[in-house]
C-alpha cells in the first residue's frame, strides 16, 4: 500500500463508460455522476445544485450535462453552472483510470 493510493476508490469498470455516455455510480455515500469525453472521463455530483435531480438522467452536450428537471446546465470539467436556473456550482472530483477500473478521488 502506497500512501498515493489513500482515497482512491473504484467506482466502475471503464468499459462501462462509452464515448459521450453519463453513469450515475454511489462511492463512500456521495452520489457522482461519471462522464466520458473524447477518451477521458470526469466525474461530478449526481445531484443538481439547484433541486433534487440526477444530473445522470440527463444529458451530455458539448461539455456540458443538462439537468433533466429544469434544463440548468453545468460544465462537466469545472462544476460550474453555466445555465439558469443554476447558480452554484456542483462539486468535482478527480478521476484516474486504472487498467479496466475507474477510481474516484474522495476525502
Ligand atoms: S433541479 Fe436541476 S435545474 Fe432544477
Redesign the pocket.
Known amino acids: 500500500m502506497s500512501g498515493d493510493d489513500t482515497g482512491w476508490v473504484r467506482v466502475a469498470a471503464r468499459g462501462d463508460l462509452g464515448d459521450g455516455d453519463v453513469l450515475g455510480v454511489v462511492a463512500g455515500g456521495h452520489d457522482i455522476a461519471l462522464y466520458e469525453m473524447d477518451g477521458t472521463v470526469y466525474a461530478t455530483d449526481d445531484i443538481?445544485?439547484?433541486?433534487?435531480?440526477k444530473l445522470s438522467d440527463g444529458w451530455l452536450d458539448h461539455g456540458e450535462i443538462e439537468?433533466?428537471?429544469?434544463?440548468?446546465r453545468f460544465d462537466v470539467k469545472t462544476g460550474k453552472a453555466t445555465a439558469p436556473?443554476?447558480i452554484d456550482s456542483v462539486r468535482v472530483y478527480t478521476v484516474r483510470v486504472s487498467g479496466d477500473d475507474i477510481e474516484v478521488k474522495l476525502d
Open positions: 443538481c445544485s439547484h433541486a433534487y435531480a439537468c433533466p428537471l429544469h434544463a440548468g436556473p443554476c
